[in-house]
């Protein structure tokens, strides 16, 4: 593994989100954040060769790349390097969520062309809870439902929350964002999760419903007429707190009209309901609260939103309730990190 002259790695880290790219280098193994840029999906093979340039520009090379990857099914359960073999088994699992998968797999292809010759891995985002009780991850559904299970998401926050509480005790992670999920954690493994087959079940979200009685859906596709693009239109960009406020998406500006609109009051208001009530369910499967942490960027910046989840949760008893912003990038550059070291112990 290539380091530099004071014997670090600059790891890249590229997380793909629908609208927009983060890349963030952390020199490893001091774990240094030494750049980060955020950069228009649309443009992103010339926004990503421009942050390269920059960075050859003060001298800084990357040694390795790491990508988050938000589905790897049930056998991408690790990082792995990547080969021409890796990305074709991978265009298999598009199916299952092409809707952010796709453009991932874009991405890696663009950034091996603009980051050549050196190593690429895949962090899944699916991994961490692809450790969880059979039972959590297995739906009701009989044999025709084949590949149909629980995967679970935010699986790098959630590592890296494990990282900086430790690995002891029953905690709950309530990752509040855009996308939102709760992970029930005993002594650092995942037990739990409310997101299920896609990161659309669970709790409520920006634009996603979270968990829908699924008559829902047969009903709509039935007796309202709307066919499948029309459905994963509605249900991942027009549900949620955009659906229920019928203005906007964002808890910050749902909060601030709230006194004067009542649809903003009610997706607030419901917002906290179904958190609270999906993190009794993960208290009951849990045997109780030690912790619960509170991350993502409305866990992270609104204590309204936090006070009313954990207010409903005070009859478990002392709870420990902590607010840890998350680093998925650190996550990935950790995990790069390590199974590049793995190889080079090996060679
Ligand atoms: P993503 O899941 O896309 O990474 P983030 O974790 O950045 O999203 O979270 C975005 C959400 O955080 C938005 O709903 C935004 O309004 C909310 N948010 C950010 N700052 C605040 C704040 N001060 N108060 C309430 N909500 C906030």
Same mark, same amino acid.
């Given at each position: ?18 609208? #927009? *790219? ?13 750049? #980060? ?27 390795? =790349?790491?990508?988050? $990857? ?8 690790? @990082? ?59 739906? @009701? ?39 939102? #999920? ?8 995942? $037990? ?16 996603? @419903?979270?968990? *829908? ?58 917002? =906290?309901? $179904? ?6 369910? *993960? ?5 109780? $609260? ?18 009313? =989840? ?38």
């Amino acid at each position: 593994m290539a380091r530099n002259s004071r014997g670090e790695v600059n790891v890249l880290s590229v997380n793909g989100g629908s609208s #927009s *790219l983060k890349l963030w280098v952390y020199a490893m193994p001091e774990e240094r954040r030494v750049a #980060s840029a955020t950069v228009n999906i649309a443009d992103q093979a010339s926004e990503l060769a421009g942050f390269i340039d920059t960075l050859e520009r003060d001298g800084m090379g990357i040694d390795a =790349v790491g990508h988050r $990857i938000v589905f790897g099914g049930a056998s991408h359960t690790t @990082p792995e390097l990547v080969t021409p073999q890796l990305l074709e088994q991978m265009q298999e699992l598009i199916p299952y969520d092409a809707l952010h998968l796709q453009p991932e797999l874009d991405a890696v292809v663009i950034a091996q062309r603009h980051v050549p010759n050196v190593p690429h891995v895949l962090c899944y985002d699916t991994a961490f809870c692809s450790r969880m009780p059979r039972i959590a991850k297995t739906y @009701p559904l009989g044999d025709e439902f084949g590949g149909v299970s629980r995967f679970g998401f935010h699986g790098l926050s959630c590592e890296y929350i494990v990282s900086v509480l430790g690995a002891s005790g029953k905690t709950v992670i309530a990752h509040l964002g855009n996308g939102a #999920s709760a992970t029930a954690v005993l002594d650092g493994h995942p $037990i739990d999760t409310t997101m299920g087959f896609s990161p659309l079940g669970g709790l409520m979200m920006g634009t996603r @419903p979270g968990d *829908l009685d699924p008559g829902v859906l047969l009903y709509a596709a039935s007796e309202l007429g709307y066919d499948n693009a029309t459905l994963r239109k509605l249900i991942t960009d027009r549900s949620g707190l955009l659906g229920v406020s019928g203005s906007s998406p964002d808890m910050r500006t749902l909060l601030a009209r709230r006194a004067t609109d009542e649809r903003a009051a009610l997706a607030v208001d419901l917002f =906290v309901y $179904i958190a609270r009530k999906q993190i009794g369910a *993960l208290a009951a499967v849990l045997g109780g $609260i030690d912790t619960l942490v509170f991350t993502g960027g409305i866990g992270e910046n609104s204590g309204e939103i936090r006070n009313g =989840v954990a207010e409903g949760l005070r009859y478990l008893g002392d709870i420990d309730v902590r607010t840890i912003p998350t680093d998925e990038a650190l996550s990935i550059s950790r995990h790069v990190h390590a199974l590049l070291s793995a190889r080079t112990a090996r060679t």
